[in-house]
């Protein structure tokens, strides 16, 4: 038989109407595509074929990838830029003739068969989009993975979201600063003071709970549909003595059932809660705040135009990473915060802030493989290597976008009860002055972690 590699080059080159961007290598050990340095896509059986012809395009190839029928030798990142920019140059639609010569070269190559199982680790979610069981099991596929699996990929504090790098990485300052720096910079734009009372919606592991409890005095109350954040973030709110000032529930955000708020925030959650369900969860923050708070949201948008039109991030993300997430163009978000009776004061695009920080965690995972494998499996662990060589890759693409969002509710007669500087109004910057003056250089963390490097240093 002849060798697989050249063949299926082929096949691809004919359906991209372009030269291969990648070394491909077969399960016979033939080798096709450019030489010299570059990643090289590793196809170890006939049965990615087989996917492929059965879920054409990027679920067929995530599923590929998932399973291990289909790897990476080098760069990930790399392969996976050459690929997408080959895409736009070039974009792919088959035509009869491609189909007809696919499945040819499919059965010489003894790849026809039954469609194959998905592989485990694919989300699978029932009942209706956005009812309050089916979000748990949404938040669930994801954030209760592995409590030992985020802290091994995360800062001490554990945030799990865009850090704000205020100087470029350096032995001096890394991913643990970036996140502290983003913490305080969220303090600091909600104007908060000892006494105040703070929500945090979708709390993730407790981070700006106790920062904002720590430093700068506030009672706060988070709020999760994750039993292992909750759990974990209880244990580091104990560690710390903080269990009078800091309270997390593990409840809808559709079920809280207090009095107003001082302020609010919410991390990276918005992406979350669906588009049709996106004003219910505006209203209820705007229901939530006093007249003259503050509500600080941070959240990931994709474009306006242009060629991320996928409002949950394609079909891997979908499938394998934050099934029923819905990102919108920014504008759009913005209008609906406002039909719900918020003002909105300032947006503070962190877009490149999330590469810088999302290639500390895909390094962390890449060179401590035999660790992360160890918490969650060889499939999970391919399942993270895609996501996050991807997320850097469309953050640095600018198909994705990142932005603080900092918005107040007006009192009747339509005053924001914000000062007149803006300066005064946004808070100092960390960039300026470090931290508030009782907050030491180096925040408290846990005395265990502290010896180990850190992330990105």
Known sequence: MAPAAPRLAALLEGVLGAALPVRIQAWDGSVAGPSGPGPTVLVHNRRVLRRLLWNPGELGLARAFVAGDLGFEGDIADGLSRFWKLGRSSPVSLDRRQKLSALRTAAALGA?????????????????????????QAIAHHYDLSNEFYEFLLDPRMAYSCGYWTQEASADYGLVDAQRDKLDLICRKLDLEPGMRLLDVGCGWASLLIHAAQHYGVDAVGVTLSAEQRALGLRRVRELGLEDRVEIRLQDYREIPDEPFDAISSIEMGEHVGQDNYPVYAGQLQKLLVPHGRLLLQQMSRGASGENTAPGGGAFMESYVAPDMYMRPLGDTLNLLEAAGLEVVDVHSLREHYVWTVRPWLDTLQDNKSEAISLIGEEQYRVWLLYLAGAALAFEENRMGVHQMLLVRPSEDGRSGLPRSRAATLGADPALDRLRPDVPAEDTVDPARESVPAVGD
């Open 112 to 136: 026809i068969g039954p469609r194959p199982r998905p592989p485990a680790s694919e989300a699978r979610l029932s009942g209706g989009l956005h009812t309050r069981r089916r979000d748990r």
